[in-house]
């Protein structure tokens, strides 16, 4: 992040993620990078008046992103032996398997969330257990709240096969665009 003009700069799409393992971290069969942001520049009275231009035919100039892309054009970015690369396309992951999420808001002053349909997650670390619980007196939720430039690490075990939907559920950043889906075989 450019600390000299933040908003200009992480508007633009000049953000990334740094991860580093927790000592004693379990490791997980599948591991992803949610960056939550925004790009383009809103104009004076926000971006209400762009939507309006883009419905009158002018071009649209600022979008709510999943790893700096729209649901129209979906980017994972997953660990692999070589590190994290992306890839076009949604996360995903098999039955069975425990798969980490490190999720990052990259907006330098907007809240975002992260709500997954189909699974649960333990607000305070570690997977939901058969019984519906969670470790470390923690409770099991589907939504977690980031405030800007906050990052947080949530895991689940894939037991629920399907295409499920990931996205903010502050619903205008949904219609500006951050969305995606978890598919899960």
Request: with cysteine; glycine share 12%.
């Amino acid at each position: 992040m450019d600390h000299l003009n933040p908003m200009k700069t992480m508007a633009a799409g000049q953000y990334g993620a740094v991860v580093v393992r927790a000592p004693g971290e379990p490791a997980v069969d599948k591991e992803y990078v949610y960056l939550l942001g925004e790009l383009g520049q809103e104009h004076e009275g926000g971006h209400e008046e762009e939507e309006e231009e883009e419905e009158g035919g002018g071009a649209r100039t600022f979008f709510m992103t999943m790893n700096g892309r729209t649901e129209e054009a979906p980017l994972a970015i997953e660990r692999n032996a070589n590190g994290f690369v992306s890839r076009e396309g949604f996360s995903d992951s098999r039955v069975g398997n425990t798969v980490r999420f490190r999720l990052l808001n990259v907006s330098p002053s907007t809240y975002h969330s992260f709500g997954m349909h189909g699974y649960n997650f333990c607000d305070r670390g570690g997977t939901v257990d058969a019984s519906g619980g969670c470790p470390n007196q923690g409770r099991p939720v589907n939504i977690v709240s980031l405030s800007p430039l906050e990052g947080m690490t949530v895991e689940l075990r894939t037991d629920n096969p399907g295409l499920w939907m990931i996205h903010c559920h502050v619903l205008d950043h949904v219609a500006e665009g951050m969305m995606s889906y978890f598919d899960v075989k």
